[in-house]
């Protein structure tokens, strides 16, 4: 049976026996003993709070709202994309041509630049300017060349007809020059149920000169299960490629599994700390397929009997 907490945390309230946050757009209301969606004018973006915020909003104007909302452009009454006004909110003017705004609630707009012009008022995007070519993804339009450039390494950009890249999360970056989508990355921060990590570019070969670090960090309670179907690393090049996993990036906490060579018989087995890091360098020379690796949670109290530390073949 599982036991009954007396209390539930803040902003929480239990449902089934289990305490559950309130989520965004709601607040827990301490008398109802219940989440309420946020009321007129208020809104909230994350779970489990007690209170909502205040819609930004002029004063003595009527703005439209709605209840629950999740965020500032759900409080109603902003500009919406194309238009903007001296307070963000309405009544907004369209952006003059030349000009685009491609958000919610601004008080201006931008201009296309190198002279270029929009082919109506009121554009959202750089899209809208007329630009002398049509950049591909990949490549950002350069106004005082007006031609399109690759987008650096550490930057990409997903769209056509852009005048920007877009910088990798964190400390991630691109192997290449002219990216065009985020997934080109590797690692992350994983907390789900299941998931799996693979080397970049998988199932081609990875690049050299590469660093993946991956943080597993299973909901409460809940333990790691990996399974490595198949890995492969090329054998003549002196472990310089490698995959470890291990409590910490602390190079003397607990190992749970560490290779530098091909192996294709698939190897399952438990993490022995709560939490799992996970890293894949490679080297400058010689490249191999790398492997995918799924992992899967499990409730680590009712499944005491799955403590499989290697089961090969
Ligand atoms: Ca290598």
């Known amino acids: 049976m599982p036991e009954l907490p007396e209390m539930c945390g803040s902003g929480q309230v239990r449902v089934d026996n289990r305490c559950v946050s309130c989520h965004a757009?709601?607040?827990?209301?301490?008398?109802?003993?219940?989440?309420?969606?946020?009321?007129?004018?208020?809104y909230q973006t994350e779970e489990g709070q007690i209170v909502c915020e205040i819609c930004p909003a002029p004063e003595n104007r009527d703005s439209p709202k709605h209840v629950g909302a999740?965020?500032?452009s759900e409080c109603g009454g902003l500009c919406p994309p194309g238009e903007f006004s001296v307070d963000g909110f309405r009544p907004c003017d369209p952006c003059p041509p030349g000009t685009f705004?491609?958000?919610?609630?601004?008080?201006?707009?931008f201009s296309c630049g190198g002279g270029l012009a929009t082919r109506h008022s009121g554009a959202s995007t750089f899209h809208d300017c007329e630009t002398k070519v049509q950049c591909s993804p990949g490549h950002s339009y350069n106004t005082t060349t007006h031609r399109c450039i690759r987008c650096p390494v550490g930057m990409y950009q997903p769209e056509f007809g852009q005048n920007f890249c877009i910088s990798c999360p964190g400390n991630t970056s691109t192997d290449f020059d002219g990216s065009t989508n985020i997934t080109q990355q590797c690692g992350g921060e994983l907390g789900e149920y299941t998931g799996y990590i693979e080397s970049p570019n998988y199932p081609g070969n990875?690049?050299?000169?590469?660093?993946?670090t991956w943080n597993i960090t299973p909901p409460p309670k809940r333990r790691v299960l990996i399974v490595v179907?198949?890995?492969?690393?090329?054998?003549?090049?002196?472990?310089?490629?490698?995959l470890v996993m291990r409590k910490s990036p602390s190079s003397n906490s607990v190992t749970t599994y560490e290779t530098c060579q091909t192996y294709e018989r698939p190897?399952?087995?438990?993490s022995r700390s709560k939490k799992l890091w996970i890293q894949f360098r490679s080297n400058e020379g010689n490249s191999a397929k790398g492997f995918q690796v799924p992992y899967v949670t499990y409730d680590g109290k009712s499944h005491r009997g799955v403590e499989i530390n290697e089961t090969a073949k």
């Not at 179907?229 to 490698?242: A, K, M, Q, S």
Request: glycine share 10%.
């Open 25 to 42: 757009g709601t607040y827990y209301d301490g008398q109802k003993d219940q989440c309420v969606l946020c009321p007129n004018g208020t």
């Open 70 to 72: 999740r965020d500032l």
């Open 101 to 109: 705004q491609p958000e919610a609630g601004r008080t201006s707009c």
């Open 206 to 212: 990875y690049p050299a000169n590469t660093e993946c």
């Open 229 to 242: 179907p198949e890995i492969f690393l090329p054998i003549e090049d002196e472990c310089g490629d490698y």
């Open 267 to 270: 190897i399952a087995f438990t």
